[in-house]
């Protein structure tokens, strides 16, 4: 792997891992809170625990995704000024 590709994977990661710790984050603040009675139904159910996992597995997806965009989209700036 030529090092502009490994500087460009890293780059990548780094806002992903960013994107996975807010979502970890924000997803037990909405357990921890309640929102929408999403605890109360995990604690309920015998198979709460999917419920979490799905959770989790979509706030990974969607913050990650948006936390590496923002990364891509900002990459323009020092080259503007």
Do not use: N
Not at 4 to 29: D, M, P, T, W
Not at 44 to 54: C, H, M, N, R, S
């Amino acid at each position: 792997m030529k090092p502009h590709e490994r500087h460009a994977i890293r780059f990548l990661l780094h806002h992903l891992l960013g994107g996975i710790a807010g979502a970890v984050v924000f997803g037990v603040c909405i357990l921890y809170f309640d929102v929408g009675g999403i605890m109360s139904m995990a604690r309920t159910d015998p198979q709460g625990w999917l419920f979490v996992a799905i959770l989790f597995f979509g706030l990974f997806i969607t913050c990650g995704s948006v936390a590496m965009g923002i990364g891509i989209m900002s990459l323009s700036r020092g080259s503007d000024r």
